[in-house]
């Protein structure tokens, strides 16, 4: 069965700080997406990764990077939390091509106060 | 702008009876059509995709249909359960090299006993 894995389904940090979400997929897929989810505005991408070491900006990038230091993990990083960083953040992989099925992760709900 | 709207928001129905979705897009040029199904508190998981050639899919009690002409899908749920309970989310594909997905907002399904 495949697996998207996201380190953490709920979060709490304080403003300012520096946080880190995981993500991890078993599935050897190149493509892996950050999105996060906000009532009436659906999915939206943050940032992609087509490669190891490859990132590009989503449509969504301000205050946020990332990392890809292996296949499996790609990680999403919020350098300064803000309160309208409080989301639902979900990781997502597929393999290149045409019609390729998008697996998410189960999802990470981060509030900062 | 490449843009997918559903509707209802939202909708409230009998266990047991029919309900249908609809979802318009504009994104253009256009890959395929997937319908997610997302639990609340879960990642979207896909029922089932739609490319140009093709009119209807079904997947058990689900129904898609597909209008390539006038950029229209549904997604007809028959016999409802209350599992069926759940945000049903449009994406579209567009047909570029990377394949970017325009997501809809959604529409939550709410199956009554």
């Known amino acids: 069965d495949v697996k998207v894995t996201q380190s953490s389904r709920y979060l709490v940090k304080r403003t300012g700080e520096k946080v880190f979400l995981e993500c991890v997929q078993d599935m050897d897929h190149e493509n892996m997406f950050w999105y996060r989810q906000d009532p009436g505005l659906g999915l939206r991408l943050i940032y992609f990764?087509?490669?190891?070491?490859?990132?590009e900006k989503g449509d969504i990038p301000e205050g946020y990077s990332v990392s890809r230091e292996k296949k499996e993990r790609f990680s999403l990083i919020l350098e300064s939390a803000s309160t309208n960083q409080t989301s639902m953040y979900l990781c997502a992989s597929r393999l290149p091509g045409v019609g390729t099925e998008a697996f998410f992760g189960q999802g990470t709900r981060l509030t900062v106060v | 702008k490449n843009q997918v709207e559903q509707s209802p928001q939202s909708l409230i129905i009998l266990e047991g009876k029919n309900c249908t979705l609809q979802c318009n897009y504009t994104v253009s040029p256009f890959s395929n059509l997937r319908w997610y199904k997302q639990d609340t508190g879960r990642g979207p998981v896909s029922l089932t995709i739609?490319?140009?050639?093709?009119n209807t899919k079904s997947n058990g009690r689900y129904t898609a249909t597909l209008d390539a002409d006038t950029k229209q899908s549904s997604l007809h749920i028959t016999a409802s359960q209350l599992s069926d309970s759940a945000s049903y989310i449009c994406?579209?594909?567009?047909?570029?090299?990377?394949?970017?997905?325009?997501f809809g907002t959604g529409t939550r399904l709410l199956v009554s006993p």
């Open positions: 739609m490319t140009f050639s093709e």
């Open positions: 994406v579209v594909s567009e047909n570029t090299g990377f394949q970017k997905l325009v």
């Open positions: 990764s087509y490669d190891v070491k490859m990132k």
